[in-house]
């Protein structure tokens, strides 16, 4: 009974931000006591698949954004991790990729924001794009050097070693075997990009107003119910692929 | 694979990955050191003194590491009690999808909730209230944008416990600890021992590389002591980005040796991390190697 119960306020406290941003996210005006909004409206959501709502376009570039850097981040750090994965010092070039997640993307963003000015780079959608390719591609490198182990090479001597080509041995053995890591790799790129604020709104200058940017701006003008709903829009595709995952990936696996 | 492609390979590595660092810390390092920049005059380390005797710098990092250290440790500490607690529940029923639902949540998100929940207008509040325990909003004390950062450390731990405790239970599996704790009882250990001297020491051991790493990720944080943090004391990377913006273009070297400060701070731990690391597989092999033998 005491673990139903303890169990039961570690769900409280991971659902309670789903709930109070849902609820704020379709109220109006919130007055000190009241536990819930005075007023209910589906307005703002409504806003959203409207066209020229205030959040839509920001909606659709992040998605856009997110999707692409994903995919471009996947396939290459799918490709060119295997070479420093199969190198004597892997190690070493392994810390150069974890360098802009400890040292914080922010502070990378600080250091590169000159180069961005000089290149015209600084914001433009472009501009952002390359700069969370350079923090999206080391995560993928990193996530695919456990993977090209001694099975993986062993698998391409066996088919080499029977005749096959390196174009067959990747399209017909690698690729097959390797196409869940892909997912929850294309998976993690599309959530860190559509996560990233510090960076985006360091390089964008404001100008680029992805997901993470607006919810700043509406906190800024004290607008919660906006900063909800636009809060909602960031949860929503990630719970998506995180019950994708649950229920599909890893049944398949 | 063929050479070209081997070379295009590390090409896109070097444009991508290396690149980027060796350029942006070049800037910064070259800027703080007045060797570039808008009011340049060659190169001096009058930037860097300025940093230093800046106690609004040591605060900074005082407050950074203060923070990281209290968010890891509560986060550790929950997640610690709930795998050891709870271990079967994780393998299947609510929990073992609950706990992937925080993980979805952006950092800019969790600042922003947490903020509704413990200002003094949020949630906890207006519930404080209606139950008589605080009978104003200005009566409830200040649990954000207030000096001890609680409101940043309860973010920075409602995001950290749930990967805490996949990370505790991935290594309590792959560890073998139940059976590990089947010795221990069978060897006349109470369940209380074989939680201190067994499974904490080994989860707290295995998961210490994550942990360090993940404390850095708390120090450099950004959004959440954005939302949450004060004037003064300031998070460092906060610290860096607004001398950055501020009009005042001699703050501006100021910002870039701040980072290059906590760049150089990150690699060492990085290196301290990765050697350690090695000497800890090192010596596990030994140790193998040592009950081989024996046996």
């Known amino acids: 009974m005491r673990r139903r119960i303890l169990q039961g306020i570690w769900g409280l406290i991971w659902v309670l931000p789903f709930l109070l941003l849902l609820v704020l996210s379709i109220g109006r005006q919130w007055p000190f006591p009241a536990l819930l909004p005075r007023q209910w409206s589906l307005a703002y959501w409504a806003d959203v698949f409207a066209r020229g709502g205030n959040l839509n376009e920001s909606l659709l570039f992040s998605l856009v954004l997110s999707l692409s850097i994903a995919a471009i981040a996947t396939g290459l750090g799918y490709v060119t991790s295997r070479q420093i994965a199969y190198h004597p010092k892997k190690e070493r070039w392994l810390l150069l990729a974890y360098f802009p997640y400890a040292m914080a993307p922010v502070i990378l963003a600080a250091c590169l924001q000159h180069y961005f000015l000089v290149l015209g780079w600084s914001g433009k959608w472009s501009g952002v794009w390359l700069a969370q390719l350079c923090i999206t591609y080391p995560f993928a490198v990193i996530f695919f050097s456990g993977f090209w182990n001694q099975r993986m090479q062993s698998m391409e001597h066996l088919v080499t070693t029977l005749g096959g080509t390196y174009w067959q041995a990747f399209r017909k053995v690698l690729l097959p075997m390797s196409s869940s890591a892909l997912l929850v790799c294309f998976f993690q790129t599309f959530l860190i990009s559509w996560f990233e604020y510090g960076l985006t709104s360091l390089i964008g200058v404001g100008k680029v107003q992805t997901l993470p940017v607006k919810v700043f701006q509406y906190v800024q003008e004290a607008n919660i119910f906006l900063a909800a709903l636009a809060g909602c829009l960031l949860f929503l595709p990630p719970l998506i692929l995180w019950w994708m995952n649950k229920r599909w990936l890893f049944r398949q696996g | ?295």
């Open chain 2, 1 to 295: 694979m063929k050479k070209p492609l081997r070379l295009l390979s590390w090409a896109v590595f070097l444009v991508l990955a290396a690149l980027p660092l060796l350029a942006g810390w070049g800037y910064a390092g070259a800027y703080s050191l007045g060797m570039t920049g808008l009011l340049h005059k060659g190169v001096t380390l009058a930037h860097w003194q300025a940093v230093w005797s800046d106690a609004a710098f040591w605060k900074s990092m005082g407050f950074s590491v203060y923070v990281a250290l209290t968010a890891i440790s509560l986060a550790t500490f929950f997640a610690l009690l709930s795998v050891v607690a709870w271990q079967r529940d994780f393998r299947r029923g609510w929990l073992s999808y609950a706990v992937y639902l925080p993980l979805t949540v952006p950092a800019m998100v969790v600042g922003f909730f947490t903020f509704n929940l413990l200002s003094k207008g949020g949630l906890l509040s207006r519930i404080s209230y209606r139950l008589g325990f605080t009978d104003s909003l200005v009566a409830f004390p200040d649990w954000v944008n207030d000096p001890f950062g609680i409101g940043i450390i309860v973010a920075h731990t409602w995001m950290a416990v749930p990967f805490f405790m996949l990370l505790f239970y991935n290594l309590f599996q792959s560890e073998g600890l139940v059976s590990l704790g089947q010795v221990a009882r069978s060897l006349g250990a109470g369940s209380g021992q074989v939680v201190r001297k067994v499974f904490v020491p080994v989860l707290l051991r295995k998961a210490s590389p994550i942990l360090v790493l993940y404390g850095l990720f708390v120090m450099g944080s950004y959004e959440i002591p954005l939302l949450l943090g004060t004037q003064s004391p300031q998070m460092i990377s906060v610290l860096a980005i607004r001398k950055l913006q501020r009009f005042n273009l001699m703050d501006v070297p100021q910002a870039y040796a701040v980072s290059v400060f906590f760049v150089v701070l990150v690699v060492g731990v990085l290196v301290l991390v990765s050697g350690r690391g090695k000497r800890w597989r090192l010596k596990s092999k030994d140790g193998v190697l040592n009950q081989k033998m024996a046996s």
